[in-house]
């Protein structure tokens, strides 16, 4: 690194730490030197709405060409060859949807609590300082090393 940016590097790093780790009724009258203007970190944050990812990874998994070539070169050798039809691959396919459904349904769930659990005011207290100290000990390292 040079010099130029280890010196423009610690202090930016010590203020957004020093920031980050105080209280948040006394973190409004500090700049935030690293967010932009309307992405203030006390801005509320809207729940989305219990259908929508479920939409938007459909969707996405519609128009993937690649999961459809993926089917087409990977489940065929499951399918015996003596079967006739497309009956035995549709089938694979069916097997296929229903286990990606039950998986991701389980998985978007899970991640539902862990998200509202992340948003309380407690964890996101922790994190704040957690992520405050890291930034001033690289300010820190930063300034040690030079």
Known sequence: MGSSQISEGVPLGCTAGIGETRPA??????V???????LRRHV???EPSPGAGFRAGFLINVTN????IFAISFLPQFVPAHAAGPLPLLLLVL??????TVWY???ALALTRVGRWLRTATVRRRLEKTSGGLF???????????
């Open 65 to 68: 060409p690649k999961a459809g």
């Open 105 to 107: 349904t389980a998985l």
């Open 25 to 30: 009724d006394q973190a409004d009258d500090v």
């Open 44 to 46: 509320p944050v809207d």
């Open 136 to 146: 001033v000990a690289f300010g820190v390292a930063m300034a040690v090393e030079s």
């Open 32 to 38: 935030d030197v690293l967010a932009e203007p309307d």
């Open 95 to 100: 097997v296929w949807m229903l286990t990606d």
